[in-house]
């Protein structure tokens, strides 16, 4: 029975031989790695594959190598650098995912691989394990750490929204603040879903960072906001790029995205998390009619505490007015004791009458009669005794008085200082003349010493224009002298 197989002697040969009947030459290493190349390529032309990241990197050309492996099988994959730029999250190890693309050999290393062209993550648990694997490693470096956050201002000038300016999300925060406390915004136009949509939310945060401060287009609150939707409508709030730009951002920020059920990174980073875009309006601005109430209430406290010791002042007066004795009680006592003194007045002058008529009758009794009652009134009157000091008292007083003005007078007399050797010069009608100029005025002049007088002519007197007058003589100085020869 003839065979394929060569015999025992054939296999000894050395040399490769053509067999009988074998019209087949040898395949080349290449030609059979292309043959198999074409054959896989032609047979899965397109597959999606599901399974587990392994081994992820991304090469200096941008391209990205990994593997898919499930529990017993492990599938080499490359992705080309225009793909890779277009993926809608960062692939890492340990993320299941959902890989299209086609088979293809790698005749180099004599392996199949997946060309992947498109990349998703295998439902939306992987999604949420990518969130936490994500979450857990930014806030190990700290980026959500509460010391990070910063005080948002109480009323701010200029407010910064990072939105799509077509949605309905800017609309309401307009609103918002118009109703509240109506503030200047600028708005950031940005793409808040899909592709490039993490890249311009994070350029449009960091170009407000940007704006130098003292510009006045700097805002001074930053509002990043989103409508609601799935987690895949809001990924790109949980790209890195937007929470390292939100952490980093030195303006405060308020994280708006979703409603108040969803969650993003974005949330963390923020230095406060608004539930919906209307409620970010209503913490970034107060209401200014509740601001005006207040200082309504403010100016009327600060008006009372001004008031309130002039109140007070006036409520202590009025107590202590109440407290002083009425006019008509101080006065009654005084009152009373003029009624008194007065009927006492008209009863004395009353029995003085009724004296003086009993006198004038008994003046018209018997001499004898009048000469025994007046021998009694003299008994009586002799019996009493008159009290002088209460005249002698003034008339002393007076004579103190008296004595000091006379020895005032005595002290202050112009002939005192003539005691101690001092001159007094008078005028022929006896004036006083204390200086010079009156002095060469008078033809004569008297000198007056302590023990007498002395008749001087002066020099204008003295000359034979002028005829002297005959001094006055005195008993004490007969001789005359010139006073200014």
């Not at 008297?446 to 007058?469: I, M």
Request: glycine content about 8%; hydrophobic content about 40%.
């Amino acid at each position: 029975m003839p065979t394929d197989f060569p015999s025992d002697a054939e296999d000894a040969s050395l040399v490769a031989k053509a067999r009988a009947g074998d019209n087949a030459e040898p395949l080349t290493v290449s030609e059979i790695s292309q043959a198999l190349k074409r054959t896989v390529e032609d047979r899965f032309g397109f597959v999606r594959l599901r399974g587990e990241l392994s081994g992820v990197k991304r090469a200096a050309s941008g391209h990205m190598y990994c593997a898919l492996k499930d529990e017993k099988a492990v599938l080499d994959g490359v992705m080309w650098r225009g793909n890779t730029g277009r993926l809608p999250f960062n692939p890492e190890d340990g993320l299941e995912v959902v890989a299209s693309g086609k088979l293809t050999t790698y005749p180099g290393r004599s392996k199949y691989q997946i060309v992947i062209e498109r990349m998703e993550l295998a439902g939306e648990g992987a999604l949420l394990a990518l969130l936490e694997k994500t979450r857990a490693r930014l806030q190990g470096e700290g980026l959500f750490a509460q010391e990070r956050k910063q005080p948002l201002p109480f009323l701010p000038r200029t407010i910064g929204v990072v939105t799509s300016p077509t949605g309905a999300v800017i609309r309401d925060i307009l609103h918002r603040l118009a109703d509240r406390f109506p503030s200047r915004v600028i708005v950031w136009p940005v793409l808040v879903q899909g592709q490039g949509a993490a890249e311009q939310v994070a350029g449009a945060v960091r170009g407000f960072s940007a704006i130098p401060e003292g510009h006045p287009d700097r805002p001074d609150l930053v509002i990043v906001a989103r409508g609601g939707g799935s987690i895949e409508d809001l990924w790109s709030f949980n790209e890195e790029v937007v929470v390292r730009a939100i952490a980093d951002c030195p303006i405060p920020t308020i994280s708006a995205v979703g409603h108040e059920t969803d969650t993003t990174l974005a949330d963390y980073a923020a230095d406060r998390r608004a539930p919906t875009p209307t409620a970010a309006a209503e913490i970034a601005v107060p209401v200014r009619a509740e601001l005006a109430a207040t200082l309504a209430d403010f100016a009327a406290r600060k008006k009372r505490a001004i008031l309130r010791p002039v109140q007070l002042g006036r409520e202590r007066l009025q107590a202590r007015t109440d407290r002083l004795p009425k006019r008509e009680a101080l006065l009654e006592p005084h009152a009373q004791r003029l009624d008194d003194l007065a009927e006492r007045l008209r009863r004395g002058l009353r029995d003085r009458a009724a004296q003086g008529r009993e006198q004038l009758s008994n003046l018209r009794l018997a001499p004898a009669a009048l000469h025994r009652n007046l021998r009694e009134a003299q008994r009586a009157l002799a019996g009493q005794k008159l009290a002088p000091a209460l005249v002698e008292r003034p008339l002393a007083e007076r004579r103190q008085r008296l004595a000091a003005l006379a020895r005032l007078a005595e002290q202050l007399h112009p002939d005192r200082p003539l005691q101690r050797g001092y001159v007094r010069v008078t005028g022929p009608d006896g004036r006083t003349i204390t200086d010079k100029a009156a002095a060469a005025k008078e033809t004569a002049l008297t000198l007056k010493f302590r023990d007498g007088e002395l008749d001087v002519a002066t020099a204008d007197a003295a000359s034979p224009a002028t005829p002297r007058r005959k001094p006055r003589q005195t008993r004490t100085a007969p001789k005359q002298d010139d006073l200014f020869g």
